[in-house]
C-alpha cells in the first residue's frame, strides 16, 4: 500500500520568511504532485514531478524530487500573504494504467504580514 | 480553455436518500477520476474509468457506483446515504494517450447529507 506522509501540517510563518515542506512516499512512484487548495476550492496544480533529481519553480515556490529517498520538497522564498493555503503532495503508483492518486494529509500554511 | 466541469456545484440529501454526481471531462481526454475529500481531510481516491471500463478502485463504499458513458462523461451514484458522506467530491481527467498529461480538477460538488 501506497503511504504518503506530509511535514509539518501546519505552518504558520511570517512575510518574507524562507520555509520547506516535505513529502515522503514509500514506494516506487511514476510521478509526483504539488496542489494547492484554497478552503472549499478546487485542487490547483502547481508542480508535476517526473524523474530523479527534477527541479521546478514558478514564483516563489520551487520543488524537487528525489526518486532514491522517496522524498519531495516544496520550498517556500520570502513568502507572501497570497501564498497561504493548504498544500497537499500526490503519489501517482507506479503500477500502471489510470491509477488513482495517493495524497498527503496536506500542509495549513499561515503567512502572517 | 475547456476545464473539466462537475454538477450539481452543491446538493443537500437527507440520510437515506440518493444522490447523482456529473463529471464532463476536458474534450479528448479518456480518463475520468473520482475523489472524496472530507472537512478537513485530504482528498480520497474514490474510482477512476478508462475508455469507459472500470479502470482502478479506492476507497469506494460499496453503497456508491459509478460508470463512465460513451461521451466520456461520468456519473457517481450514492444511495443510502449517511452523514458522513458529506464532502467535497471531485472529478478529475486526464488522457492516457497522453504520457506527459497530468489529471486535472473539477471545481468540485459539495454534498450535504442532514
Known amino acids: 500500500e501506497l503511504k504518503v506522509e506530509q511535514n509539518p501540517l501546519f505552518l504558520s510563518m511570517q512575510e518574507g520568511k524562507n520555509y520547506t515542506i516535505y513529502c515522503n512516499y514509500s514506494?516506487?512512484?511514476?510521478?509526483l504532485y504539488w496542489y494547492r487548495q484554497d478552503p472549499g476550492k478546487s485542487l490547483e496544480s502547481l508542480f508535476v514531478?517526473?524523474?530523479?533529481?527534477a527541479v521546478k519553480q514558478e514564483g516563489r515556490l520551487m520543488a524537487s524530487l528525489d526518486t532514491k529517498a522517496r522524498l519531495s520538497t516544496l520550498h517556500i522564498t520570502a513568502a507572501v500573504h497570497d501564498l497561504s493555503a493548504t498544500y497537499f503532495c500526490a503519489v501517482e503508483y507506479s503500477g500502471g494504467g489510470a491509477d488513482g492518486l495517493t495524497f498527503g494529509k496536506g500542509t495549513h500554511l499561515i503567512i502572517q504580514p | 480553455a475547456a476545464g473539466v466541469i462537475q454538477s450539481p456545484r452543491h446538493l443537500i440529501k437527507e440520510k437515506r436518500e440518493t444522490a447523482t454526481l456529473k463529471c464532463y471531462p476536458i474534450p479528448r481526454h479518456d480518463t475520468v477520476y473520482w475523489y472524496q475529500q472530507g472537512p478537513g481531510q485530504d482528498p480520497q481516491f474514490l474510482i477512476s474509468?478508462?475508455?469507459?471500463?472500470?479502470?482502478d478502485k479506492g476507497s469506494i463504499p460499496d453503497r456508491f457506483s459509478a460508470q463512465q458513458f460513451s461521451d466520456y462523461h461520468s456519473e457517481l451514484n450514492m444511495s443510502s446515504l449517511e452523514l458522513g458522506d458529506s464532502a467535497l467530491y471531485f472529478c478529475a481527467s486526464s488522457s492516457e494517450l497522453d504520457s506527459n498529461t497530468e489529471a486535472f480538477f473539477g471545481q468540485g460538488t459539495r454534498l450535504t447529507v442532514v
Open positions: 474509468f478508462y475508455e469507459k471500463m472500470q479502470s
Open positions: 514506494t516506487t512512484s511514476d510521478r
Open positions: 514531478l517526473l524523474s530523479n533529481g
